[in-house]
């Protein structure tokens, strides 16, 4: 890999464009300053106007589909956006558990929030 297509040259060159914009020094003032080289802060400026920035990826969110959750009578009943109700015994954590675990898997598989698909 050469050096100009390291992606931390390029980051560390955009940032340092990004300082000589605010500076309000002249070019070779800031190259003195950020000890380069006057030729290679052109060249770099060059070649950084003619790529576009590349956009850091997004981590993507889960598309978790909104439920309401009621607790009456020890009993968690949680209501899936497609109509279908599911009921839980409020003091068995690990039923709960498994249950929203397997609402997840199921939106994860199917994007829809819902279990029966």
Known sequence: MSRS??????????LRLRRFSSSRLSVTKFCAKERVS?????QWRKRLAKAPARKPKAAKAPAFRPVTVVTADQVVSIQLS???RIQVPSDN???VRTVVGELVRADQVCGTGDASC
Do not use: H, N, Q
């Open 5 to 14: 297509s390291d992606p931390s040259k390029v980051a560390e060159w955009r």
């Open 38 to 42: 006057t030729p290679t802060f052109y």
């Open 82 to 84: 497609g109509g279908a």
């Open 93 to 95: 954590v690990d039923a």
